[in-house]
């Protein structure tokens, strides 16, 4: 049995964790390896989190897999290239705790768990910066056959959008369509594929450990008794599942793991600095902020997203809520041109979509408004008929998209000015034809080129947009989750303001702050800390509870 209903959980344990994505479920299962006692509490009907959502790319430096592929790296350069990457916000100390930290975390993922890892070729995002590589420090998740376990598919988050196929063969479609043939077979014989094949694997690796895994479990209240504990200091814990019918759940150590607050209107407002389009887990409604908060845990970094570009097709539903799609190939590949609100080009197109991000909402100082909020994709027929848009089927224009025979018209109905996107494509169009952006120099770097179309020369990024009719669709300002949260310190331990531990209380993934500090440094920038945090979150407690039972010799040989 995958999830255990919650009238059956038990009531004293000694880990209670809060959310099953990736760093969750991390923590769950390092910290079972002591023989202690471990829930997993989930808020939602179904398993995974946001992790289950999305591509699953960790991002490790310095990692053995990578070196085992023939990536050059070392640890002195990933150091470097992490505090360059930070420009000024990471120390050199926390980017060295990083770099070791996801190490070990990848060597006990793929030698102790159930998670398989590939390198992939892609280059950082900053390659300009001392310390860069080309490749092997973002980690891809191998397919995970989920039919193996009983119940397991149905016990997972799906996909939002993402076709079942692995980072690596994505990478490799060159913003083509993908082989139907494959996403068929793999769908009937229950393949799992990027985020939901990472979470697949952890859960199973926790189930072989004996954690209890709890779905449709809202954490409401989270209480600390200082004086109740044997072990002074160490708690208990009392957790608080549900309203009515509420249960209560005693426990010596809990791991807040539940997401971030990206769904939650309210919180948006407090702390983020424009309106975001969420595209992460709907129940990501900041729960394990508030609750920290109530504990006088200290946040820190609160402005800042994990950000993309999104393209929010009208049928683009996930959860029950309205949801979107990166838009980051489609703003790569040639035939394409992204504007603001006042006609004009404001970002190298090929940028890192994190990157774009906050140029959408940075501002311009010649019209005191957002670059980029508004934002329209503007692509010509040529490009139509190549290239998917949103998962569009290539040459067949959807109604969501506006259509014009020209430029001009094409203003008009997207309500900017016709004379300045009609002097923006002339401009655009004499430099793309010969392979050249002099603007932002668009495809002129190894990773802007990455996603585009190699087909395509001289440049990969850029062709002009001569073909009629003319499209355009809507961008937004998007985001993976948020990235500011609960302070921590070195062990995952939840810290007040006054710098001092709430004992007994962790935080990893996206609820705690970001320990990139809003940098991005390379694909995966989401994942592998919220993965990592929660390795060492588990560590610090299997070396601290007292172990009740010796863990399995191989726990991936046992039964789920």
């Not at 397991?152 to 993908?178: C, H, I, K, Q, W």
Request: with cysteine; glycine share 12%.
């Amino acid at each position: 049995m995958i999830t255990t209903p919650l009238a059956e959980v038990p009531t004293r344990v000694d880990v209670v964790v809060i959310g099953s994505g990736a760093a969750g479920l991390t923590a769950a299962t390092r910290a079972a390896d002591s023989g202690a006692r471990v829930v997993v509490l989930e808020k939602a009907s179904q398993l995974g989190g946001t992790t289950a959502v999305g591509g699953g790319v960790l991002w490790a430096p310095a990692n053995r897999l990578g070196r085992d592929a023939g990536f050059a790296d070392t640890r002195q350069d990933a150091i470097a290239y992490l505090v360059a990457a930070g420009q000024g916000r990471i120390p050199e100390a926390e980017a060295a705790w990083y770099v070791d930290s996801a190490a070990r975390a990848v060597d006990y993922l793929a030698e102790k768990t159930q998670v398989s890892l590939t390198p992939l070729a892609r280059p950082d995002y900053r390659l300009e910066f001392p310390g860069a590589t080309r490749g092997g420090r973002s980690l891809d998740n191998n397919a995970f056959d989920v039919g193996a376990v009983d119940g397991l598919g149905e016990a997972l988050r799906p996909s939002s959008y993402f076709p079942l196929l692995t980072m690596a063969e994505r990478d490799d479609l060159n913003g083509g369509v993908p082989d139907a043939a494959l996403l068929a077979s793999r769908a009937a014989s229950g393949v799992r594929t990027m985020g939901g094949a990472l979470v697949a694997g952890l859960l199973v690796s926790a189930l072989q450990r004996g954690v209890t895994v709890a779905a449709g479990a809202r954490v409401t209240s989270l209480v600390h008794d200082d004086g109740a504990s044997e072990e002074p200091g160490a708690g208990p814990w009392r957790v608080t599942v549900g309203e009515d019918d509420a249960v209560d759940i005693v426990a010596d150590a809990v791991v807040i793991a539940s997401g971030g607050f990206e769904w939650s209107p309210e919180l948006q407002r407090a702390f983020l600095p424009h309106p975001i389009t969420p595209i992460s887990a709907p129940s990501n409604e900041g729960d394990g902020l508030r609750l920290g908060l109530e504990l006088g845990a200290a946040v820190s970094d609160m402005t800042a997203f994990w950000g993309v570009p999104v393209i929010t097709a009208p049928d683009q539903v996930y959860g029950g809520k309205p949801s979107g799609r990166m838009a980051n190939v489609e703003m790569t590949l040639p035939g394409s041109m992204t504007i603001g609100a006042d006609g004009r080009r404001f970002v190298d197109e090929a940028l890192n979509y994190h990157d774009v991000s906050h140029v959408m909402g940075a501002l311009d100082e010649h019209r005191l408004a957002a670059k980029g909020l508004p934002a329209w994709l503007v692509f010509d027929r040529r490009y139509l008929e190549a290239y998917p848009v949103a998962g569009s089927t290539p040459g067949t224009p959807t109604g969501w998209m506006s259509e014009a025979a020209t430029i001009e018209d094409l203003a008009r109905r997207i309500g900017v000015d016709p004379a300045t996107l009609s002097a923006q494509v002339d401009d655009f169009n004499a430099a793309a034809a010969r392979g050249e952006d002099p603007d932002f120099g668009r495809g002129h770097s190894p990773e802007d080129r990455f996603l585009g179309d190699a087909s395509v020369t001289p440049n990969p990024c850029l062709h002009p947009l001569t073909q009629g009719p003319f499209y355009a669709v809507p961008l937004h300002c998007g985001a993976l989750g948020t990235a500011g949260g609960l302070s921590t310190n070195a062990n995952a331990q939840v810290l007040r303001f006054d710098g001092t531990v709430i004992d007994g209380l962790y935080a990893a993934g996206n609820v705690s702050a970001t320990a990139f500090r809003g940098a991005y440094p390379a694909g995966g920038s989401t994942l592998g800390p919220a993965v990592t945090r929660g390795f060492v979150a588990g560590e610090h407690l299997a070396a601290r509870l007292p172990g009740r039972s010796t863990a399995a010799t191989d726990p991936r040989k046992a039964n789920a």
